[in-house]
């Protein structure tokens, strides 16, 4: 059965930090791209981080570059979204994506606010 399970998300002040992780089970993790996605209610889907089966190629949404770091542990099957900084328009469901079987887990909520 494939899965992919994030969590990790939760409510937190601007400034600071989680750790979003996203499980995969039931096909063959290594091979695929992962990508993290965010959405907000009424907004269009957006990319936020890649990271290549490898893990040698990282590509980052401009408005995270430099505070967010995506990053991925073929032992544990799993990909890690480090937010760091956070921002309230950092607000939004994320969500994980493996590109080349395109599975998507059911998303983990962030909010930031004060």
């Known amino acids: 059965q494939v899965q992919l399970v994030e969590s990790g998300g939760g409510s937190v002040q601007p400034g600071g930090s989680l750790r979003l992780s996203c499980a995969a089970s039931?096909?063959?993790?290594?091979?695929?791209?992962m990508i993290w996605y965010r959405q907000v209610p009424v907004k269009v889907r957006e990319l936020v981080a890649t990271?290549?089966?490898?893990?040698?190629?990282?590509h980052y949404a401009n408005f995270v570059k430099g505070r967010f770091t995506i990053s991925r542990d073929k032992t544990k099957n799993t990909v890690y979204l480090q937010m760091d900084s956070l921002k309230p328009e950092d607000t939004a469901i994320y969500y994980c994506?493996?590109?080349?079987?395109?599975?998507w887990g059911q998303g983990t909520q962030v909010t930031v606010s004060s």
């Open positions: 994506n493996a590109v080349n079987d395109n599975y």
């Open positions: 039931g096909f063959t993790f290594s091979r695929n791209a």
């Open positions: 990271i290549s089966g490898t893990a040698w190629n990282r």
